[in-house]
């Protein structure tokens, strides 16, 4: 996939990131539109995954803390 598309999380559709949205809560996720923002939140289950993937995006990792 090129680096400069990204996948619509409720739809699966396959866009530029220019014509994408993310997600403002964990900035991991991307939408086409709104419907598909609010589809994503309430059927897709976004709504739990958003909080935990928000968390991790927060973690640090120093130097040394991972296995080479």
Not at 29 to 36: G, Q, R, T
Not at 52 to 58: D, M, P, T
């Amino acid at each position: 996939m090129n680096p400069d598309t990204a996948i619509c999380q409720s739809c699966t559709a396959i866009k530029f990131q220019s014509q994408l949205f993310r997600c403002r809560g964990c900035e991991s996720v991307w939408y086409c539109d709104k419907e598909c923002q609010t589809r994503g939140w309430s059927e897709k289950g976004h709504k739990v995954e958003c909080k935990i993937l928000k968390v991790v995006r927060g973690i640090q990792v120093r130097d040394g803390d991972l296995i080479s």
